[in-house]
């Protein structure tokens, strides 16, 4: 299971339940890192700067807002979602190469130029079928979220 730090945003009230709503942060280590100015990760980090989160969650323990808690979610949801956004587009690099040497090339005549247009092509609807399984898969793991432990006010 991992775990994250969650900051706590609503808290609804249904009988001897909380329904509360959690945000936080997405940390990467990039700040930590030595190779962040020649990393690519790391300038696109600074560039889009941090995506923050946010869940939704159902527990008999009671919080308030502005409380830090910490959650769980299930590694599987997160292999999932890698595996639809890293794996789809590189598939769809590989068969469009295969497609434009095999059928477009030899048909016009266009060479490698044609194999990296067809290729680039289906890298671009491999990112739009990856785009269009990762939500919901993102939106499962969402429901899958358990809260750990209170840990309290946050350090001002």
Same mark, same amino acid.
């Given at each position: ?10 808290? #609804?009230?249904?009988?001897? #339940? ?10 990467? =280590?990039?700040? =930590? ?22 869940? #939704? ?13 910490e ?5 599987? =949801?997160? *292999? ?18 295969? *497609?434009?040497h ?5 048909l016009i ?9 067809t ?28 809260? *750990? ?5 946050? *350090?001002?």
């Amino acid at each position: 299971m991992m775990t994250a730090l969650a900051t706590v945003t609503e808290v #609804h009230r249904h009988g001897k #339940h909380y329904h509360i709503d959690l945000s936080c942060e997405q940390q990467t =280590s990039c700040s =930590s890192c030595s190779s962040q100015k020649s990393c690519g990760t790391g300038v696109v980090t600074k560039a889009i700067g941090n995506k923050s989160l946010s869940w #939704h969650l159902r527990t008999e323990q009671s919080v308030k807002v502005g409380q830090v808690v910490e959650i769980g979610f299930p590694e599987s =949801s997160l *292999i999932k979602s890698a595996m639809a956004v890293y794996l789809l587009p590189l598939f769809g690099l590989i068969v469009g190469a295969l *497609i434009g040497h095999l059928f477009f090339a030899p048909l016009i005549g266009g060479g490698e130029g044609m194999v990296i247009l067809t290729s680039a092509l289906f890298v671009v609807g491999g990112m739009y079928v990856a785009k269009r399984v990762s939500r919901p898969l993102e939106e499962a793991s969402k429901k899958q979220v358990t809260l *750990i432990r209170i840990l309290g006010e946050p *350090i001002q």
